[in-house]
């Protein structure tokens, strides 16, 4: 059981480089979420897509595009990355958006932007 | 102010001790609670929902007071493997994805 996959582990950008993080489900997931951890301040969440063919904002949006290329796959862009976009991104998924399902997270991307 | 709240802790305790973390939650219309666990440099995974009469899996015991918007976790006979940081996630259907808090730290020593 695979899960959620993301892509890559690890990365180090130059500020001004751009980059996609990938992320795909196998659990027939309808609901795709991408979210950022910094030191002491929690999961925040940057986009989310209810089901395939919707995307919207979350909490820190700015600086990130994201597609939802079909059921499967939901990727989020840097378009042109910033020392402040250092984190670590989660991918997750659920069932729907409806506020009784817990989300299955990948492992995490570790982005270091110098 | 945030709208989910934890101490971050550290809490060390020794092998075999019992420890409680609270939380508190700012929006009223919140519906949905979970605990989630997270170990170091690793993903979130799910320990358990918290449900209104509280709930009760193992060693782990949640509880839930609505007046006064908190939640609670209770680990008995705490284990070195129940290190971790433990995520209070709350959601509410004006907001269609769940919202962390930051988490508190546990650490069990032998």
């Known amino acids: 059981n695979a899960g959620v996959t993301q892509t890559p582990k690890f990365q180090v950008l130059k500020t001004g480089q751009s980059m996609t993080l990938q992320c795909a489900q196998d659990?027939?997931?309808?609901?795709m979420y991408w979210y950022r951890q910094d030191p002491g301040m929690g999961l925040r969440l940057i986009y989310y897509?209810?089901?395939?063919?919707?995307?919207d904002k979350g909490e820190v949006p700015n600086g990130y595009n994201v597609s939802r290329l079909n059921k499967r796959e939901f990727s989020l862009r840097l378009e042109s990355a910033a020392p402040s976009q250092t984190s670590v991104y989660f991918c997750?998924?659920?069932?729907?958006?409806?506020?009784?399902?817990?989300?299955?997270f990948g492992s995490g991307t570790r982005l270091t932007v110098v | 102010r945030k709208e989910v709240e934890q101490d971050p802790g550290p809490f060390n305790v020794p092998e075999g001790a019992t420890v409680a973390f609270n939380c508190t939650y700012s929006?009223?219309?919140?519906?949905?609670f979970f605990w989630y666990r997270q170990d170091c440099r690793k993903e979130p995974k799910l320990l358990m929902s918290?449900?209104?009469s509280g709930n009760e899996d193992g060693r782990f015991t949640a509880q839930l007071n609505r007046a006064s918007q908190y939640i609670s976790l209770l680990i008995r006979d705490s284990k070195l493997s129940d290190s971790a940081t433990y995520l209070c996630v709350v959601s509410h259907t004006g907001r269609r994805a769940l919202t962390f808090g930051s988490g508190t730290r546990l650490q069990v020593q032998p």
């Open positions: 918290v449900y209104s």
């Open positions: 997750a998924s659920s069932e729907t958006t409806g506020t009784n399902y817990g989300y299955t």
């Open positions: 897509s209810a089901s395939e063919g919707t995307t």
């Open positions: 659990m027939n997931h309808n609901s």
């Open positions: 929006n009223s219309a919140s519906q949905s």
